[in-house]
């Protein structure tokens, strides 16, 4: 009861606050975090255009409140259906630059790298965001993904797959190892991938990873590249299964600092 009552209350504030913004009689007796708290129900309810108004109303009263610009960065990633949208990429860079230490505005913007492609960008955003929260075992799994696909550094890879494993019921990390296994040409820890994936009843995964080493796939990649080449540069089997993996549909979550999209987008093609 008391959770409905406080939606109707914030329900109430934000269609006050739009009436008073949208006749352009804004009174400066709103704060900026009452501003931001409506904003965040409208990207909530999918009001993308209405929240990115609050939103940018905010920074017009502080120009330095970064979680308007992480939000920004939300809202402009769920208007372009993917994570990799320059523009969402671009607020996130600012949300870390007005406060260093705001650990999911370094996930979004790793995430955002990870997705068009920047790699190394990707890693170091990870990274830090490790530094300021070691206890992420989904960041981790997203590193280990920067790792393999984005610089054929298995080992790597492996060890951010098995560091995140351990906290998060998934199965593409092992799906992951596998892979990362294929490209350091040891089949028989392959197999072990495969086993696992059979046990959690994940044949599609199981048989991706086995048919990959019944066909002698050969992977010869130098640590430092990108794995995935391009359809003009001549994909490979391993290419073709990698496709999909740099556009997964990450889950950008708040910690008080933001909002929670779920983006759209196939974890493996």
């Given at each position: 009861?008391?959770?409905?009552?406080?939606?109707?209350?914030?329900?109430?504030?934000?269609?006050?606050?739009?009436?008073?913004?949208?006749?352009?009689?804004?009174?400066?007796?709103?704060?900026?975090?009452?501003?931001?708290?409506?904003?965040?129900?409208?990207?909530?309810?999918?009001?993308?255009?209405?929240?990115?108004?609050?939103?940018?109303?905010?920074?017009?009263?502080?120009?330095?409140?970064?979680?308007?610009?992480?939000?920004?960065?939300?809202?402009?990633?769920?208007?372009?259906?993917?994570?990799?949208?320059?523009?969402?990429?671009?607020?996130?860079?600012?949300?870390?630059?007005?406060?260093?230490?705001?650990?999911?505005?370094?996930?979004n913007l790793g995430r955002?790298?990870?997705?068009?492609?920047?790699?190394?960008?990707?890693?170091?955003?990870?990274?830090?965001s490790l530094e300021l929260?070691?206890?992420?075992?989904?960041?981790?799994?997203?590193?280990?993904?920067?790792?393999?696909?984005?610089?054929?550094?298995?080992?790597?890879?492996?060890?951010?797959?098995?560091?995140?494993?351990?906290?998060?019921?998934e199965d593409m990390p092992?799906?992951?190892?596998?892979?990362?296994?294929?490209?350091?040409?040891?089949?028989?820890?392959?197999?072990?991938?495969?086993?696992?994936?059979?046990?959690?009843?994940?044949?599609?995964?199981?048989?991706?990873?086995?048919?990959?080493?019944?066909?002698?796939?050969?992977?010869?990649?130098?640590?430092?590249?990108?794995?995935?080449?391009?359809?003009?540069?001549?994909?490979?089997?391993?290419?073709?299964?990698?496709?999909?993996?740099?556009?997964?549909?990450?889950?950008?979550?708040?910690?008080?600092?933001?909002?929670?999209?779920?983006?759209?987008?196939?974890?493996?093609?």
């Amino acid at each position: 009861m008391r959770a409905v009552q406080k939606r109707h209350c914030v329900l109430f504030l934000f269609f006050f606050i739009s009436f008073i913004i949208y006749t352009e009689s804004y009174s400066a007796s709103f704060t900026k975090e009452q501003i931001f708290q409506v904003g965040t129900l409208a990207a909530h309810d999918g009001e993308y255009d209405k929240a990115e108004e609050f939103f940018k109303k905010v920074l017009e009263i502080d120009p330095h409140f970064a979680p308007a610009y992480n939000s920004l960065g939300l809202v402009y990633q769920s208007m372009a259906g993917s994570s990799n949208s320059p523009e969402s990429c671009r607020y996130y860079k600012l949300a870390v630059d007005m406060d260093s230490a705001y650990v999911e505005a370094w996930n979004n913007l790793g995430r955002s790298y990870y997705s068009s492609g920047q790699f190394i960008l990707a890693e170091k955003a990870l990274l830090k965001s490790l530094e300021l929260r070691p206890d992420q075992p989904e960041i981790q799994l997203v590193l280990g993904w920067v790792y393999l696909i984005g610089q054929s550094r298995a080992e790597l890879a492996i060890k951010y797959f098995e560091l995140g494993i351990v906290f998060v019921d998934e199965d593409m990390p092992h799906y992951g190892i596998g892979l990362a296994n294929i490209l350091m040409g040891d089949k028989f820890k392959v197999l072990d991938q495969i086993t696992v994936l059979r046990r959690r009843h994940k044949d599609d995964l199981a048989s991706r990873l086995e048919n990959m080493v019944r066909g002698n796939i050969q992977i010869s990649s130098r640590p430092g590249t990108p794995l995935i080449t391009g359809a003009d540069q001549g994909e490979s089997v391993f290419d073709k299964e990698l496709q999909g993996l740099t556009d997964r549909g990450f889950e950008s979550g708040s910690d008080g600092k933001g909002i929670k999209v779920r983006l759209k987008g196939p974890l493996v093609n």
